[in-house]
């Protein structure tokens, strides 16, 4: 099972590096200063940093089968979940505002988020639910 959860935790850092990187292309980085309802550059680099950790961790665990590494790297994964619930619901709100076609609410710059498509986010938060639900079972010794 600690092969499966590395498998879905790829994958789903493959959705994520796909995001970061139309974030960054669409100006996340630039927009921060930005009023309005956005995802700020502290939030998903923040995101990506932990969520990149624990995989890291994950591997070395999966390697060395230390236990700790496995509730290290579930414990990293868990505020990784935690910010990018945050992340999807500023996305998702974005989504509901029909005002936000050539400009953002404020007549600005349309966030960069707004440009991920949905195939990628939900298939993302899917992967990352699932990684979490992994990592914890393996980390209590389930599959063993």
């Given amino acids: 099972m600690k092969w499966v959860a590395l498998v879905t935790w790829v994958l789903t850092a493959g959705g994520g590096f796909a995001m970061l990187g139309l974030w960054l292309k669409n100006g996340g ?3 921060g ?5 956005r995802i700020r550059p502290a939030r998903i680099l923040s995101h990506f940093a932990l969520a990149a ?3 890291v961790l994950w591997i070395v ?3 060395a089968e230390k236990d700790a590494l496995a509730w290290v790297a579930f414990a990293l994964l868990a505020v990784v979940a935690l910010l990018g619930f945050s992340m999807l619901f500023i996305w998702l709100r974005q989504r509901s505002q029909t ?4 400009g953002g609410a ?5 966030p960069a988020e707004r440009h991920f498509p949905n195939l990628i986010v939900g298939a993302h938060g899917v992967l990352a639910a699932t990684t979490l639900v992994l990592a914890f079972l393996v980390a209590i010794g389930v599959g063993d």
Avoid: C, K, S, T
């Avoid at 200063?33 to 309802?37: I, K, Q, R, T, V």
């Avoid at 005002?99 to 050539?102: E, R, S, V």
């Fill in 53 to 55: 950790i624990g995989l």
């Fill in 33 to 37: 200063g930005e009023p309005g309802d």
């Fill in 29 to 31: 980085m630039r927009q």
């Fill in 99 to 102: 005002n936000l076609g050539a």
């Fill in 106 to 110: 404020d007549g600005g710059a349309v």
């Fill in 61 to 63: 665990y999966v390697a």
